[in-house]
């Protein structure tokens, strides 16, 4: 009897398993670490790669290190002609697509009379330094009436363009009026072709070609200061963290798909709401942004991230990290089925959170201003799924 019953007892697992999935399921919220890079620091504001496993870190006071495996070590130092402190400084670096080819890469600065520069230099013979002497000066934006909003990043699109995101000029609310105006490139975001001429070319699709009193290199307008964007490696898309006045933080998404020509609102608007009753706010030309927030939490300053690409955390693929320089909150944005993005909570630190980065593979990278960089990932344990088993 006790066998019959062991042996019905088998038949009938046996048949539950051929009937029916195994309940194994993956854990639906990640818990994320940021585990130490580097530390000792001097002021790190921007990470970024050349097409390679080397990470190179832009730090404000005017030099850009590689750290990698073997060790942290300087690739460029310009201290000399950066002036730096506040929002001034050093800010960016992007490495041309062509980069391990042509040896090019470019920065963006705020020289010693406060102008916004973006310059180019060369790969040295030793492939882990730069050429100090190799200097061109690409392009110079005066910027002298405030020290503040300098904007900061510079990204090369999926076209090969190099895109230049420019503060409007400083002061509280827009004094210049830089944001809505065409005839400067001070609140905007640039589009320029780097090896069309000397020292550039205005891309034929630009959309402000042709325009009386418009800045032909201008790809959009209406911003205020854009410390940090990025594109979507995958997808194209244009993702710009747009740090705000007083009361809203917010992330502008311009898709792939887009002509250019974008009117994100400032400073009619801030964020999604009305900021200069007088201009008439939004009439429904403008762009309004897919995040914002305020400034609960001791929030301030928004630092835009990346849309997570990579394949070492599964759970945040298609997930648009950002955080906040004051908090030190790092969000994670997701797309609904409506079409809406909304954002949560990834993890509360007690970081300045100056920028973040992407390496070659798409793994996303924190700096913190104080001096250090962080490799951002997901521990959560991940489950198989649901799956059937037949026998």
Same mark, same amino acid.
């Given at each position: 009897?006790?066998? $019959?019953?062991?042996?019905?007892?088998?038949?009938?697992?046996?048949?539950?398993?051929?009937?029916?999935?195994?309940?194994?399921?993956?854990?639906?919220? %990640?818990?994320?670490?940021?585990?130490?890079?580097?530390?000792?620091?001097?002021?790190?504001?921007?990470?970024?790669?050349?097409?390679?496993?080397? $990470?190179?870190?832009?730090?404000?006071?005017?030099? !850009?290190?590689?750290?990698?495996?073997?060790?942290?070590?300087?690739?460029?130092?310009?201290?000399?002609?950066?002036?730096?402190?506040?929002?001034? #400084?050093?800010?960016?670096?992007?490495?041309?697509?062509?980069?391990?080819? +042509?040896?090019?890469?470019?920065?963006?600065?705020?020289?010693?009379?406060?102008?916004?520069?973006?310059?180019?230099?060369?790969?040295?013979?030793? *492939?882990?330094?730069?050429?100090?002497?190799?200097?061109?000066?690409?392009?110079?934006? *005066?910027?002298?009436?405030?020290?503040?909003?300098?904007?900061?990043?510079?990204?090369?699109?999926?076209?090969? @363009?190099?895109?230049?995101?420019?503060?409007? #000029?400083?002061?509280?609310?827009?004094?210049?009026?830089?944001?809505?105006?065409?005839?400067?490139?001070?609140?905007?975001?640039?589009?320029?072709?780097?090896?069309?001429?000397? %020292?550039?070319?205005?891309?034929?699709?630009? %959309?402000?070609?042709?325009?009386?009193?418009?800045?032909?290199?201008?790809?959009?307008?209406? $911003?205020?200061?854009?410390?940090?964007?990025?594109?979507?490696?995958?997808?194209?898309?244009?993702?710009?963290?747009?740090?705000?006045? #007083?009361?809203?933080?917010?992330?502008?998404?311009?898709?792939?798909?887009?002509?250019?020509?974008?009117? @994100?609102?400032?400073?009619?608007?801030?964020?999604?709401?009305?900021?200069? *009753?007088?201009?008439?706010?939004?009439?429904?030309?403008?762009?309004? %942004?897919?995040?914002?927030? #305020?400034?609960? +939490?001791?929030?301030?300053?928004?630092?835009?991230? @990346?849309?997570?690409?990579?394949?070492?955390?599964?759970?945040?693929?298609?997930?648009?990290?950002?955080?906040?320089?004051?908090?030190?909150? !790092?969000?994670?944005?997701?797309?609904? *089925?409506?079409?809406?993005?909304?954002?949560?909570? $990834? !993890?509360?630190?007690?970081?300045? !959170?100056?920028?973040?980065?992407?390496?070659?593979?798409?793994?996303?990278?924190?700096?913190?201003?104080?001096?250090?960089?962080?490799?951002?990932?997901?521990?959560?344990?991940?489950?198989?799924?649901?799956?059937?088993?037949?026998?």
């Amino acid at each position: 009897m006790i066998h $019959l019953k062991i042996h019905i007892r088998m038949r009938l697992t046996a048949l539950a398993l051929f009937l029916f999935p195994i309940l194994t399921y993956a854990a639906d919220e %990640p818990r994320i670490e940021l585990r130490v890079v580097a530390t000792g620091l001097d002021q790190p504001v921007a990470i970024t790669h050349a097409g390679d496993a080397r $990470l190179f870190v832009t730090l404000q006071r005017g030099r !850009i290190l590689i750290i990698d495996a073997a060790g942290t070590r300087e690739f460029l130092n310009i201290t000399p002609i950066v002036r730096s402190g506040g929002e001034r #400084g050093l800010l960016s670096a992007a490495f041309h697509p062509r980069y391990a080819e +042509n040896g090019f890469f470019y920065v963006y600065y705020t020289d010693a009379e406060g102008d916004i520069v973006i310059a180019r230099y060369r790969r040295g013979n030793d *492939p882990d330094r730069a050429d100090p002497n190799s200097r061109t000066l690409i392009l110079e934006i *005066p910027h002298r009436d405030f020290a503040n909003h300098n904007g900061g990043q510079l990204q090369f699109g999926p076209d090969g @363009y190099l895109y230049i995101g420019t503060g409007d #000029g400083g002061d509280a609310g827009d004094s210049l009026g830089s944001g809505q105006r065409l005839d400067t490139l001070l609140g905007k975001m640039l589009r320029i072709d780097v090896d069309g001429g000397a %020292p550039y070319a205005v891309p034929s699709s630009n %959309p402000f070609i042709g325009r009386a009193g418009a800045r032909p290199e201008i790809w959009a307008y209406g $911003l205020r200061n854009p410390w940090r964007f990025s594109f979507d490696r995958i997808s194209g898309d244009l993702w710009i963290a747009d740090v705000g006045q #007083g009361a809203f933080e917010e992330v502008d998404l311009q898709p792939a798909t887009s002509s250019g020509g974008e009117n @994100y609102g400032w400073n009619r608007m801030e964020g999604a709401h009305c900021f200069s *009753p007088a201009s008439g706010c939004n009439d429904g030309s403008l762009t309004l %942004p897919v995040l914002e927030y #305020g400034r609960e +939490n001791n929030a301030c300053s928004v630092t835009g991230g @990346y849309r997570y690409r990579g394949s070492r955390n599964t759970r945040l693929r298609g997930t648009y990290i950002f955080g906040d320089y004051c908090n030190g909150i !790092i969000s994670g944005a997701t797309q609904q *089925p409506d079409g809406t993005w909304t954002a949560r909570t $990834l !993890i509360d630190t007690t970081f300045f !959170i100056s920028a973040f980065g992407e390496d070659f593979n798409g793994e996303i990278y924190v700096a913190e201003h104080r001096g250090a960089i962080y490799h951002l990932i997901d521990t959560a344990p991940l489950l198989p799924r649901r799956r059937a088993v037949r026998r």
